[in-house]
């Protein structure tokens, strides 16, 4: 996809409409019945049921994604009037070429080549694209899918896991990840793929995507985490610190201390305390013990490992406290543990 396809004829009435109508501001967010007769004028010049579909206020994961597939790849028309929408489904919004807005409840989202926008379900959102040079591809996922692939993939991250969980589900603010890319070649080349494999009938066809679409998050994540700007949910501004705070707790939450943290990070202790609390609705101190009892139950059951080495190994120095903290989340001992998980 080196070479950017010329406008549509769907994409050139459209435009023509745009030019001819400017006081409708059809860049602009609005419902769609302001707009279906655009629609309408537009869409009806071809027989393609699933772009028909797509004018629906409310898309569901059937309209767009195969039966036999997890992940579709759909082509965002240049100059579609920017209506209101909501889907059951996770999106990620690529900008390949150019630039759009997407636009979240009261809130405008300008994005570049090379932008990528993880969206959750059931956000109302409009995505505003009019220029010839834009070339947007929505990738549309399962949430059985995008849980595996994405949440799979922090599996041993708890802090960073309990955080994203934290965006996705437990908050009725603005869900949303926005990572600047830079126009990675490597992150292009694997969408690219999965796109070009998405339209071919072969064997194997939705395991591969599956696989490209793992590749992506890990590429994603290993390369541009430090690149995520956040939609302030969890900050009364969108700290480029976040990262590297949970990044760093996870890496050290044997013996990580608040003091610690405020030391390296330039915070005070109540800063980084609500920073926390905020990002992963745990405190500082649930999350190291949730680290902590975590390890702990691993190497219950994977090691043979004595209970009280187990205590050392995981940064406790009193092995009562150790006892007494399992218990209260597993509701047995740690040698109960090991008995009934072995």
Same mark, same amino acid.
């Given at each position: 996809?080196?070479?950017?396809?010329?406008?549509?004829?769907?994409?050139?009435?459209?435009?023509?409409?745009?030019?001819?109508?400017?006081?409708?501001?059809?860049?602009?967010?609005?419902?769609?019945? =302001? *707009?279906?007769?655009? @629609?309408? &004028?537009?869409?009806?010049?071809?027989?393609?049921? #699933? %772009?028909?579909?797509?004018?629906? +206020?409310?898309?569901?994961?059937?309209?767009?994604?195969?039966?036999?597939?997890?992940?579709?790849?759909?082509?965002?028309?240049?100059?579609?009037?920017?209506?209101?929408?909501?889907?059951?489904?996770?999106?990620?919004?690529?900008?390949?070429?150019?630039?759009?807005?997407?636009?979240?409840?009261?809130?405008?989202?300008?994005?570049?080549?090379?932008?990528?926008?993880?969206?959750?379900? =059931? *956000?109302?959102?409009? @995505?505003? &694209?009019?220029?010839?040079?834009?070339?947007?591809? #929505? %990738?549309?996922?399962?949430?059985? +899918?995008?849980?595996?692939?994405?949440?799979?993939?922090?599996?041993?991250?708890?802090?960073?896991?309990?955080?994203?969980?934290?965006?996705?589900?437990?908050?009725?603010?603005?869900?949303?990840?926005?990572?600047?890319?830079?126009?990675?070649?490597?992150?292009?080349?694997?969408?690219?793929?999965?796109?070009?494999?998405?339209?071919?009938?072969?064997?194997?066809?939705?395991?591969?995507?599956?696989?490209?679409?793992? @590749?992506?998050?890990?590429?994603?994540?290993?390369?541009?985490?430090?690149?995520?700007?956040?939609?302030?949910?969890?900050?009364?501004?969108?700290?480029?610190?976040?990262?590297?705070?949970?990044?760093?707790?996870?890496?050290?939450?044997?013996?990580?201390?608040?003091?610690?943290?405020?030391?390296?990070?330039?915070?005070?202790?109540?800063?980084?305390?609500?920073?926390?609390?905020?990002?992963?609705?745990?405190?500082?101190?649930?999350?190291?013990?949730?680290?902590?009892?975590?390890?702990?139950?691993?190497?219950?059951?994977?090691?043979?490992?004595?209970?009280?080495?187990?205590?050392?190994?995981?940064?406790?120095?009193?092995?009562?406290?150790?006892?007494?903290?399992?218990?209260?989340?597993?509701?047995?001992?740690?040698?109960?543990?090991?008995?009934?998980?072995?």
């Amino acid at each position: 996809m080196n070479h950017f396809p010329q406008l549509t004829p769907i994409e050139n009435k459209l435009k023509q409409i745009y030019q001819q109508s400017p006081k409708r501001s059809l860049q602009e967010p609005c419902d769609r019945e =302001d *707009v279906m007769d655009v @629609l309408l &004028a537009s869409y009806t010049i071809t027989n393609d049921n #699933n %772009i028909t579909k797509s004018l629906t +206020t409310h898309i569901d994961e059937q309209t767009f994604i195969l039966e036999n597939m997890d992940i579709s790849f759909v082509r965002h028309a240049r100059y579609t009037p920017a209506f209101w929408h909501r889907h059951d489904f996770f999106e990620i919004i690529f900008v390949q070429n150019g630039t759009c807005t997407n636009y979240v409840l009261d809130r405008s989202i300008p994005m570049r080549t090379g932008d990528i926008c993880i969206m959750a379900p =059931d *956000v109302t959102h409009s @995505l505003s &694209a009019f220029h010839d040079e834009d070339y947007i591809i #929505n %990738i549309l996922i399962r949430k059985s +899918t995008f849980e595996q692939s994405f949440f799979g993939l922090l599996d041993s991250d708890t802090i960073l896991s309990d955080f994203f969980k934290r965006t996705f589900y437990q908050t009725s603010e603005i869900p949303y990840l926005l990572f600047h890319s830079e126009n990675d070649p490597v992150l292009t080349d694997l969408i690219e793929r999965a796109y070009a494999e998405c339209g071919q009938q072969k064997r194997y066809r939705k395991q591969m995507v599956n696989t490209l679409l793992s @590749l992506f998050f890990i590429n994603l994540f290993r390369r541009h985490e430090q690149h995520i700007e956040f939609s302030n949910i969890h900050l009364n501004s969108a700290d480029e610190n976040l990262m590297y705070i949970l990044r760093y707790m996870q890496a050290n939450f044997k013996t990580v201390s608040l003091k610690e943290l405020s030391n390296l990070f330039n915070y005070s202790e109540r800063q980084l305390q609500r920073i926390i609390q905020s990002a992963t609705g745990h405190t500082f101190i649930e999350n190291i013990q949730n680290q902590k009892m975590k390890l702990a139950s691993e190497l219950l059951i994977h090691s043979t490992l004595s209970v009280s080495e187990i205590s050392e190994r995981i940064g406790f120095q009193s092995l009562n406290n150790f006892r007494k903290i399992f218990f209260k989340y597993f509701n047995m001992t740690p040698s109960e543990y090991r008995r009934a998980n072995i």
